[in-house]
């Protein structure tokens, strides 16, 4: 077989997928306009549930309570948030009016470098918008702050799928459709990244649906990743630590006796490499209940029992 037959049957093949993700997602993914004071913004939101809720960024519905969302087909519904979380960047909203099924929402803990994803959304204003690519990275972190607290958003994805203004909210999926991720920024040319839809999203969805709100518990630190050294790391079990970079003052990390260049090795004996793994030992059961925390400082095991408070934005 020559070789432009070859590459005209990978094409083939790419573009049936692609078309068969774009039928799939595009009468479910819904352009969403917002109304607020200060005037109106726009987004997309992907069908959630079969009782009309859809999931989007927080920093779409940042700036008002409801707006209208419009479908492929020309449905338009009103809605109203019923919640959202900024230090995710995602919200719920629910729509007055039934809404087409729900898609299939895959595990983006699965997907690898070099997956084939597609976009489903509304850049500037062109509703129903496809665009394909791949994964360019994972494991990132994208930095989020409230005007009391900052967090990092975890494992988030990054793409060369064409994302622009608009995207925000859409629906990333994997090559069998399934919404594996919500777009939430364009980082650069060619560069757009997507919050992960994984089982520690899924929490932080339902806390939305249910509670309005996700509640986390707060130690007061900054941190970040460290290497251990050859010694270190074959004494203890692991590579990395987390380094304290900052206690607050006041803070349950303070009363605890957790000061600046501790490395954090592990929370009730489970080992933590990064920032993320620290966050996801502070959801809402974490609040008020004492926590181990086993830090190295000046080549001593050190234990110190930190209780977090609730974070409040």
């Given at each position: 077989?020559?070789?432009?037959?070859?590459?005209?049957?990978?094409?083939d093949v790419?573009?049936?997928?692609?078309t068969?993700v774009?039928?799939?997602?595009?009468?479910?993914v819904?352009?969403l306009?917002?109304?607020?004071?200060?005037?109106?913004?726009?987004?997309?939101?992907?069908?959630l549930t079969g009782e009309?809720?859809?999931v989007?960024?927080?920093?779409v519905?940042?700036?008002?309570?409801?707006?209208?969302?419009?479908?492929?087909?020309?449905t338009?519904?009103?809605?109203?948030?019923?919640?959202?979380?900024?230090?995710?960047?995602?919200a719920?909203?629910?729509?007055?009016?039934?809404?087409?099924?729900?898609?299939?929402?895959?595990?983006?803990d699965?997907?690898r470098?070099g997956?084939?994803?597609v976009a489903v959304?509304?850049?500037?204003?062109?509703?129903?918008?496809?665009?394909?690519?791949v994964v360019?990275?994972?494991?990132?972190?994208?930095?989020v702050?409230?005007r009391?607290?900052?967090?990092?958003?975890?494992?988030v994805?990054?793409?060369d799928?064409?994302?622009?203004?608009?995207?925000?909210?859409?629906?990333?999926?994997?090559s069998?459709?399934?919404?594996?991720g919500?777009s939430t920024a364009?980082?650069?040319?060619?560069?757009?990244?997507?919050?992960?839809v994984?089982a520690t999203?899924?929490?932080?969805?339902h806390?939305l649906?249910?509670?309005?709100?996700?509640r986390?518990?707060y130690?007061?630190?900054?941190?970040?990743?460290?290497p251990?050294?050859?010694?270190?790391?074959d004494?203890f079990?692991?590579?990395?630590?987390?380094?304290?970079v900052?206690?607050?003052?006041?803070s349950?990390?303070?009363r605890s006796g957790?000061?600046?260049?501790?490395?954090v090795l592990?929370?009730?004996?489970?080992?933590?490499?990064d920032?993320q793994?620290?966050?996801?030992?502070?959801?809402?059961?974490?609040i008020g209940?004492?926590?181990?925390?086993?830090?190295l400082?000046?080549?001593?095991?050190v234990?110190?029992v930190?209780?977090p408070?609730?974070l409040?934005d």
């Amino acid at each position: 077989m020559e070789n432009d037959e070859v590459d005209a049957g990978a094409m083939d093949v790419y573009s049936a997928i692609v078309t068969s993700v774009a039928e799939r997602l595009t009468p479910r993914v819904a352009a969403l306009s917002v109304r607020s004071s200060r005037g109106e913004s726009g987004g997309s939101a992907v069908v959630l549930t079969g009782e009309s809720h859809l999931v989007t960024n927080a920093h779409v519905v940042a700036g008002g309570d409801r707006g209208t969302a419009e479908f492929a087909d020309g449905t338009v519904a009103g809605f109203e948030v019923v919640g959202r979380d900024p230090l995710s960047d995602l919200a719920v909203v629910r729509a007055d009016r039934p809404l087409p099924a729900p898609p299939e929402f895959g595990d983006a803990d699965r997907l690898r470098v070099g997956s084939l994803v597609v976009a489903v959304g509304n850049p500037l204003g062109l509703a129903g918008t496809v665009t394909a690519g791949v994964v360019s990275a994972l494991g990132r972190s994208m930095p989020v702050r409230t005007r009391r607290a900052g967090r990092l958003i975890e494992d988030v994805i990054q793409t060369d799928a064409a994302l622009n203004p608009g995207n925000s909210g859409g629906a990333l999926a994997d090559s069998r459709g399934r919404v594996v991720g919500i777009s939430t920024a364009v980082a650069g040319v060619g560069l757009g990244l997507a919050v992960p839809v994984n089982a520690t999203t899924d929490r932080i969805i339902h806390a939305l649906m249910h509670d309005g709100r996700v509640r986390r518990g707060y130690l007061g630190l900054v941190s970040t990743p460290a290497p251990l050294t050859p010694v270190q790391a074959d004494r203890f079990g692991q590579r990395t630590a987390l380094r304290i970079v900052e206690v607050v003052e006041n803070s349950p990390a303070a009363r605890s006796g957790l000061k600046a260049a501790d490395l954090v090795l592990a929370v009730d004996g489970v080992p933590l490499g990064d920032a993320q793994s620290l966050q996801k030992r502070l959801f809402s059961d974490s609040i008020g209940r004492p926590m181990e925390v086993t830090v190295l400082r000046n080549g001593a095991l050190v234990d110190a029992v930190a209780v977090p408070d609730e974070l409040s934005d």
